[in-house]
């Protein structure tokens, strides 16, 4: 018992998903999804765990 109304939900949320238009942006897509250019700063690490790690971990190449 109990089950009706998050069964409800779900077809409500998979007809929505089905029936609905969307503006899709491939190019964002496509840019995310093959790790394009992002607007991420990089943080500056201390030095000395870069020197404890540099052995573990290969170093950033652009």
Do not use: C, S
């Not at 190019?27 to 991420?40: P, R, S, V, Y």
């Not at 700063?41 to 030095?47: A, S």
């Amino acid at each position: 018992m109990g089950r009706g109304r998050a069964k409800a939900k779900q077809t409500k949320v998979a007809r929505d998903l089905k029936y609905r238009t969307h503006e899709t942006d491939f190019g964002k897509l496509a840019q995310e999804l093959h790790g394009g250019e992002t607007d991420h700063q990089e943080t500056e690490v201390d030095p000395e765990i870069l020197e404890k790690w540099a052995d573990v971990v290969e170093p950033h190449r652009d």
